[in-house]
């Protein structure tokens, strides 16, 4: 069909250049891959085959081929961004596309962290046979979630009463008091002592534990065994009356949490609603509710007390199964819109397509490309029970399709601009850097129309995106990458060290890197509070770990800081010091490294091979502090040249424990903070390592700022022919007083993420 005796849609293969480098066809060897993986070609009435196994040959072989030679291109200078989506901004795209808010990449596997320390960069994301196969099972899946086929499901509803919920309560009590009397029918007083002992086991204590509670009488009674499994309730047709406001209550104090067993009477999808009636004692704390399939009340009042302030109370809950504000439901009418034509009319069925793969691959189609999938559809349609069904599985190949995967470039030869990036490829690059997803109707709308290009547009794009609740995907993907924050995610804390240690902290140390990144980016502070702020951004956990006091709610807030506080800035922050130490100890080696390489973009070299280890056996070396035991290590020739470069930054930080908590003695001994670097200057602790950063590597930290950030929003690695861009970016940002903000539109603007 595409050879040299005929030539259907005046495309040849044969023709192509074969130069994946420096040749003008990589869009079309990547066209081919998509109409083979997807089975568009060859077409049905042609009476070709390929075999699975043929087709898995092509596909491999052309994902080889293109990941080779865009190797080839970055080692010889070459700037390419060619790459397909990660499994984040696949997540986000299908979410965008379909208006679904579920996990939808659930089972891809994890991508390899570049040697910059990003995901999203071009290098490292290569696509199989297997993974395309993959992508096509999850966009049928999505799509799936997405539309309905049948009559709106009947909603299932049920209400919990507090006063019928404590009776099962009651009956395990009188079970266990029957139970002492029989077992100690002739012993009086051994039966008295175990039916106090039950008695006391249930009685109210609502100011520690959860507890069923008459507010008129003051009679409760005790809960103590997890999750409410016990709980009379069913699921009914009809919704209930809902009770007036009574005084049986479930108290949950400060810091409690209880939860009611559902058993798995829950659909397996679908939107579960939850409506709670409850009030709360004080007006210190907020109740919180999470549906999960154990539906979870917790009070997260920091500090209980022996009193009524601070108690949540609770008397009635409904609970509707599945809920849905409309139908058909919203994402569904996204694809199957409302047309004068029937479903299954070819003008309707071009229209549905057209619109979906416009919005998935970003950019007008062409009449060819809709063709191919009406095509697509006849083939499919005798196969399924209604439009519906054949749309979806149409759609799942868009999805499937490379020109939804990949970040690809026009495969225009007539490039009047050169190496300029097309209005629609600008809006994909910028949606991917500050949404991790699709371009938006009104960004697509600007693209097609030509406008994007103009500067003040541009600029305008940029402040508009930052300020949508989706740019908080940039500042936690970025921060996290930045930051190389994994090394969190898999921290295993010395329990006998430091016991309270638990998820809820580790949370908080996840959440705050982000949370102030983007404090600083919503203010466009200056970058220079990475290394110092009087402010920071804090919940109550981590708060009580800090010592700061009067800080209510797990949600994270902006406090000032004094001038006798310790923290501000990112060097100080738990987590950050947490995750570079070994779990038991502070590690001043890994901080130093994570110094130079994440903030400084200035990584040491690798050490020599055969290094000599610190021999802990040896009770000479165990009288040493940790600071001692370095300078002796660092006498060993082969192994001065790297620490005298590493060694002074790690040693500011050692008056942070290895959960970053503040000391000044280490086994009885104070703490020496203070170290000297090769060029002589003296770093007086943690105070000194920010003075000498805030006064002599101001210059070096904005130029790896700038690095970091446009490798990111570039999605490559960034080589010696980007250095002029980058000096540029980095000269206007110090001009315009180094907001964060700022720094991203001096990126966007740049020739850098306007070009190829």
Request: charge should be negative.
């Amino acid at each position: 069909c595409h050879g040299p005796e005929k030539q259907q849609g005046k495309f040849r293969i044969d023709t192509l250049n074969p130069d994946l480098i420096a040749g003008e066809d990589q869009s079309w060897w990547v066209e081919v891959i998509d109409v083979v993986s997807n089975g568009e070609m060859p077409p049905q009435d042609e009476n070709v085959e390929i075999s699975p196994d043929g087709k898995a040959s092509i596909v491999d072989w052309l994902s080889t081929e293109i990941q080779v030679a865009s190797q080839v291109a970055r080692s010889e200078e070459g700037h390419s961004s060619f790459r397909r989506m990660t499994r984040y901004e696949f997540n986000y795209a299908l979410q965008d596309l379909l208006g679904l808010p579920y996990d939808l990449a659930g089972g891809l596997p994890p991508e390899t962290t570049s040697e910059d320390g990003f995901l999203n960069s071009s290098e490292m994301l290569q696509m199989s046979a297997m993974q395309f196969e993959r992508f096509r099972e999850l966009g049928l899946d999505a799509l799936k979630k997405a539309t309905v086929t049948d009559e709106q499901p009947k909603a299932a509803y049920c209400g919990i009463r507090m006063d019928s919920a404590a009776e099962p309560m009651r009956e395990m009590l009188a079970q266990s008091l029957k139970g002492a009397e029989m077992r100690n029918e002739n012993e009086p007083e051994k039966r008295a002592k175990e039916i106090e002992q039950f008695n006391e086991q249930f009685k109210a204590r609502p100011t520690t534990h959860p507890t069923f509670l008459n507010l008129k009488t003051g009679e409760g009674i005790l809960y103590i065994n997890g999750p409410l499994s016990h709980i009379r309730h069913e699921f009914v047709e009809n919704r209930p009356e809902v009770p007036p406001v009574s005084p049986d209550i479930l108290a949950l104090p400060p810091r409690a949490k209880t939860g009611f067993n559902l058993k798995s009477r829950l659909p397996d999808s679908g939107i579960f609603r939850v409506r709670v009636r409850a009030w709360r004692s004080t007006d210190e704390s907020n109740p919180k509710a999470n549906p999960t399939e154990y539906l979870r009340f917790e009070n997260i009042r920091p500090n209980a007390r022996r009193d009524d302030l601070g108690i949540i109370h609770i008397d009635y809950i409904e609970l509707i199964s599945p809920y849905f504000d409309q139908w058909p439901p919203e994402s569904h009418t996204k694809i199957f819109f409302e047309h004068e034509k029937p479903a299954g009319d070819e003008s309707y069925t071009a229209e549905v397509l057209s619109r979906f793969m416009t919005r998935a691959w970003r950019r007008p189609v062409t009449e060819e490309e809709i063709e191919r999938k009406l095509t697509l559809y006849s083939k499919i349609r005798p196969d399924c029970e209604s439009f519906e069904e054949a749309m979806i599985e149409v759609l799942a190949t868009v999805i499937a399709s490379p020109k939804f995967l990949y970040l690809v470039q026009s495969r225009s030869k007539k490039d009047s601009e050169g190496s300029r990036l097309s209005d629609c490829e600008l809006a994909t690059r910028l949606s991917m850097f500050l949404w991790s997803s699709l371009p938006d109707q009104e960004l697509m709308d600007l693209a097609i129309s030509g406008k994007l290009k103009e500067a003040d547009v541009l600029s305008g794009q940029t402040e508009r995106m930052l300020a949508d609740p989706r740019a908080d995907r940039f500042s936690k993907h970025f921060v996290r990458q930045w930051l190389g924050m994994q090394l969190l995610d898999y921290l295993q804390v010395d329990r006998k060290v430091f016991g309270g240690f638990n998820d809820e902290l580790k949370h908080a140390m996840q959440q705050e890197p982000v949370a102030f990144y983007r404090e600083v980016l919503r203010k466009n502070h200056s970058i220079m509070d990475f290394i110092h702020s009087d402010y920071t951004m804090i919940n109550d956990r981590l708060a009580l770990h800090y010592g700061i006091p009067n800080i209510f709610g797990s949600h994270f807030r902006k406090i000032a800081l004094d001038v006798t506080n310790r923290r501000g800035g990112l060097l100080t922050q738990a987590g950050l010091l947490a995750m570079n130490s070994d779990g038991k100890d502070s590690h001043p080696l890994k901080r130093g490294i994570w110094l130079l390489e994440n903030l400084l973009h200035d990584p040491p070299p690798p050490p020599p091979p055969a290094v000599p280890e610190i021999d802990l056996t040896d009770p000479e070396i165990l009288k040493l502090s940790l600071k001692e035991r370095m300078e002796d290590h660092r006498n060993d020739p082969a192994c001065m040249s790297c620490h005298a470069r590493i060694d002074p930054w790690g040693i500011a930080f050692e008056n942070f424990d290895m959960v970053g908590r503040w000391r000044t003695h280490i086994a009885g001994k104070p703490v020496d903070a203070n170290s000297v670097l090769f060029n002589n200057q003296e770093l007086k602790g943690m105070d000194g390592l920010k003075r000498f950063l805030l006064k002599r590597r101001q210059d070096q930290f904005v130029r790896a700022m700038v690095h970091k950030l446009t490798s990111y929003a570039l999605g490559r690695p960034l080589r010696f022919s980007d250095r002029a861009d980058l000096e540029k970016i980095t000269a206007d940002l110090r001009q315009q007083d180094d907001g964060l903000a700022t720094l991203v539109r001096l990126i966007v603007i740049s020739d850098l993420f306007q070009t190829k």
